[in-house]
């Protein structure tokens, strides 16, 4: 599937991407985005086929952006716990600045319902997955990182940590004194951020 779009195109993956995550995607219908995009529903049917197809192209939209990030963090000129930090840095302001899009994917899409083609998906994933890997294996070699780290539970880790912080919102929010949304996402972005850093941090070197 293709991952390259226009503007107009890009527009309705923005459009239906907030229906999908404020009315679910079984609430959202192909009228519904057309109306809010502005444009006639044979021209969402034109470019994206089903409802269906249009949730894979959100998604795999999303993920190629990662991965291009991804791709330029392995060439930059810094050691391997720097672009550690620099991953996470950037994994957890992307699923924050994009919790629609997360939202639909740990939710909606997780459900055996749904008939959606999981192929593209999985293989962008495995390709960010790989970006991961050189990273860690260029730490080992270098003498930095342990050779018994698991890589592919290192992401888990990341977005585990993030989406149990944000599901508990309320609770995070009240003792944390965290009492506007930028108080919030403040948070996040700096203090949880670095717990999440110093975490992987004692999962990958040989620092007691």
């Given at each position: 599937?293709?991952?390259?779009?226009?503007?107009?195109?890009?527009?309705?993956?923005?459009?239906?991407?907030?229906?999908?995550?404020?009315?679910?995607?079984?609430?959202?219908?192909?009228?519904?985005?057309?109306?809010?995009?502005?444009?006639?529903?044979?021209?969402?049917?034109?470019?994206?086929?089903?409802?269906?197809?249009?949730?894979?192209?959100?998604?795999?939209?999303?993920?190629?952006?990662?991965?291009?990030?991804?791709?330029?963090?392995?060439?930059?000129?810094?050691?391997?716990?720097?672009?550690?930090?620099?991953?996470?840095?950037?994994?957890?302001?992307?699923?924050?600045?994009?919790?629609?899009?997360?939202?639909?994917?740990?939710?909606?899409?997780?459900?055996?319902?749904?008939?959606?083609?999981?192929?593209?998906?999985?293989?962008?994933?495995?390709?960010?997955?790989?970006?991961?890997?050189?990273?860690?294996?260029?730490?080992?070699?270098?003498g930095v990182f342990?050779?018994?780290?698991?890589?592919?539970?290192?992401?888990t880790t990341i977005?585990?940590?993030?989406?149990?912080?944000?599901?508990?919102?309320?609770?995070?929010?009240?003792?944390?004194?965290?009492?506007?949304?930028?108080?919030?996402?403040?948070?996040?972005?700096?203090?949880?951020?670095?717990?999440?850093?110093?975490?992987?941090?004692?999962?990958?070197?040989y620092e007691s």
């Amino acid at each position: 599937m293709k991952t390259d779009f226009n503007e107009k195109q890009i527009q309705i993956l923005q459009v239906a991407e907030t229906l999908f995550a404020e009315k679910g995607f079984d609430g959202t219908s192909i009228r519904d985005i057309a109306k809010e995009a502005n444009i006639n529903i044979a021209m969402v049917s034109y470019y994206f086929g089903s409802k269906e197809q249009l949730l894979e192209s959100i998604i795999l939209n999303r993920v190629a952006a990662i991965k291009i990030q991804l791709d330029i963090l392995t060439l930059e000129d810094l050691d391997p716990l720097q672009k550690m930090h620099k991953l996470i840095e950037m994994y957890i302001d992307k699923i924050n600045s994009n919790r629609c899009i997360y939202k639909i994917i740990h939710f909606e899409f997780s459900s055996s319902q749904r008939v959606i083609n999981l192929q593209a998906f999985t293989d962008l994933k495995k390709e960010n997955l790989k970006s991961l890997e050189s990273i860690i294996q260029d730490g080992q070699e270098k003498g930095v990182f342990r050779k018994d780290v698991v890589v592919p539970l290192l992401t888990t880790t990341i977005l585990g940590t993030y989406f149990h912080f944000h599901l508990n919102r309320f609770f995070y929010q009240n003792l944390l004194n965290l009492n506007t949304e930028e108080e919030y996402n403040t948070y996040i972005k700096t203090t949880l951020t670095m717990h999440i850093q110093q975490t992987i941090k004692a999962l990958l070197t040989y620092e007691s």
